[in-house]
């Protein structure tokens, strides 16, 4: 177990689901899911206690997959509905990892007079709009884009091929709203090379395409209050070292966190639940096969600062 502090800050547990580190583009999932959930440990216990009796799965570990078969479906209902104990006591924070790839390159590679963050929603919607005339362009640009900026490139010169992406994306969608930011992600050799020249150093103070820390900052800062620090107890993760979470705590009004076994805190499994269901529900709703009963249920735990940038599912996510 990890501790930095030991001040009696409200208490957070807190678990993810859809993490593939920083191999965005090559995971299982499109969805990454954080869930903060402030709830008594006894009370949690007493709810899995509950869940456990409605399933009767002999699973060790409940985990989020228990709830999502279509047979639970009533107690994954209840868990999220007003008779359960998450509603008004739970937080998830959501990041589509396409927007997500697409927002650090253009903030790495862009200078700020360039507006990266807006440029980012303008490429990205635009690129999703057209991939469907051109799946393979837009795909090999985000794969590429991830290449760029992880530590551990899948090629051989991450530059050239990224600039080469970049300029077939331009080419196939030819003139429109992502023109312009295509023109000048394709003309950034000396900032990304630049880039990667760096990245071992920042990789090691907090890994640029990993989003488990940016959410981890934004379940912070909607639990705390000036003045007023939280405690996040949090499943174990290994890119939370002993070098972030301090920095973590330094700067995101964390006043300690401590790494657990889930298995070992009721509360966690819950904030598992959360975020298991949180990322099945939001990726249906990103690939246009939503539950409207779900995603209702979802709603009210949603962060509105998640990261998220298609219009249609976020109306459905956040109403």
């Known amino acids: 177990m990890r501790t930095i502090a030991a001040e009696p800050f409200p208490e957070i547990a807190c678990d993810e689901s859809g993490s593939d580190g920083e191999n965005l583009m090559g995971g299982n999932t499109d969805v990454f899911a954080h869930a903060g959930v402030a709830v008594a440990t006894g009370t949690a216990a007493r709810r899995l206690a509950e869940i456990r009796r409605l399933v009767r799965s002999p699973a060790r570990e409940y985990k989020a997959n228990h709830l999502l078969r279509a047979k639970h479906r009533p107690v994954l209902e209840w868990l999220l509905g007003p008779d359960g104990p998450l509603l008004g006591h739970a937080q998830v924070h959501l990041t589509d990892k396409a927007f997500f790839v697409v927002g650090k390159v253009t903030e790495v590679l862009l200078p700020d007079g360039d507006a990266p963050a807006d440029l980012a929603r303008v490429l990205y919607r635009a690129g999703r709009a057209a991939s469907a005339s051109a799946p393979g362009r837009w795909r090999r640009f985000l794969v590429r884009s991830n290449d760029l900026l992880r530590l551990r490139s899948n090629g051989d010169d991450p530059v050239a091929s990224f600039l080469e992406a970049a300029a077939g994306l331009r080419t196939a969608l030819g003139p ?84 657990v076994d889930s298995l070992d805190d009721p509360r966690v499994q819950l904030a598992d639940f959360l975020a298991g269901a949180a990322r099945k529900i939001a990726s249906d709703e990103l690939n246009g096969r939503g539950d409207a009963v779900l995603s209702a249920l979802l709603r009210p735990y949603v962060d509105p600062g998640s990261v998220w940038a298609d219009e249609p599912s976020w109306a459905r996510l956040r109403g």
Do not use: I, K, N, Y
């Open 176 to 259: 429109g709203p992502a023109a312009e930011p295509l023109r000048l992600l394709a003309a950034s050799r000396a900032r990304a090379e630049a880039f990667r020249a760096r990245l071992s150093g920042e990789a090691a103070a907090a890994p640029a395409l990993d989003p488990l820390l940016p959410a981890l900052v934004s379940t912070a800062r909607h639990w705390s209050a000036p003045g007023r620090p939280v405690a996040l107890v949090h499943d174990r993760q290994s890119v939370l070292t002993q070098e972030r979470v301090a920095r973590l705590c330094e700067t995101a009004g964390v006043g300690s966190l401590v790494l």
